[in-house]
């Protein structure tokens, strides 16, 4: 692949609750730092096999267990914040119920089966439906399509030193310019919200990770990929934050 030095522009494929804007602020400044064009895809996928071999391909991923839990207390709990009515449970928000006040509104985003796979894939631009996981031959083509980014960003590594370093030299950065990631760190520090207020229990993690296991397969794939690459070994883990902690 190419160094970002060569490249006349980059491309940030934003995954949507996975850290993307505190990203985006970032490689915007690298991309002022090379005097390159940053362009950004939210939702709509990019056939990455007929991207122009100038163009630095960046991905940003953060475990769908993660993400989608994100995703809920963003969409889920936000309709129940200012009504009379509780919030959504989890169960009931996956299962695409809708408070009555907000019934004919759209969702802010419906995308909690194997996002990562789908936009990789194409799937949403093919009109796919979105409300059921997605196939092996999906994650197949996820995968393949995924060897064409030059960049992937872990939204839970993105605080350790070793990576920052790492991302410094894949970005062409001198040593006098070293990325911080200041919002997304506190962001990260964030990812255990209060069980007084909802507890992601046991169940409710099995049926996450039920939903998304190609996500979580693909997820695991990145991980490894930039754990060999970083050199960053037994100093990070690929597990969520919440099926690590205990009940």
């Known amino acids: 692949m190419r160094s970002l030095i060569d490249c006349s522009s980059m491309l940030l494929l934003h995954m949507r609750k996975a ?17 390159i064009a940053l362009r950004v ?6 056939d990455l096999e007929t991207l122009p071999h100038d163009v630095f391909v960046v991905a940003n991923f953060r475990h769908p267990v993660e993400r989608v839990f994100s995703l809920f207390l963003s969409e889920g709990r936000f309709y129940g914040l200012d009504a009379d009515e509780p919030p959504l449970t989890l169960e009931a928000w996956l299962a695409g119920t ?20 789908r936009t990789l894939q194409g799937d949403y631009r093919r009109g796919g439906a979105v409300n059921s996981a997605a196939s092996e031959r999906n994650y197949n083509d996820a995968l393949r399509r995924m060897r064409r980014l030059n960049t992937i960003l872990i ?28 919002t997304l760190n506190r962001a990260a520090r964030r990812l255990r919200p209060d069980p007084s207020v909802l507890p992601l229990t046991p169940e409710y993690r099995q049926q996450l990770l039920a939903a998304n296991r190609r996500d979580t397969e693909l997820y695991r794939h990145a991980c490894a990929r930039v754990a060999d690459q970083a050199g960053l070994g037994a100093d990070v883990s ?10």
């Open 19 to 35: 850290g993307g804007t505190s990203c985006r602020r970032v490689l915007k400044k690298i991309c002022q730092y090379h005097g």
């Open 41 to 46: 895809e939210e939702g709509m996928p990019v």
């Open 98 to 117: 809708r408070p009555r006040q907000h019934e004919d509104a759209p969702p802010l985003w419906r995308e909690p089966y194997d996002y990562y796979v």
């Open 155 to 182: 939204t839970e590594w993105l605080d350790n030193p070793k990576y920052l370093r790492f991302l410094n030299a894949e970005f062409c950065m001198d040593e006098t310019h070293h990325l911080e990631f200041p």
């Open 238 to 247: 690929f597990e969520s934050v919440h099926c690590e902690q205990g009940d």
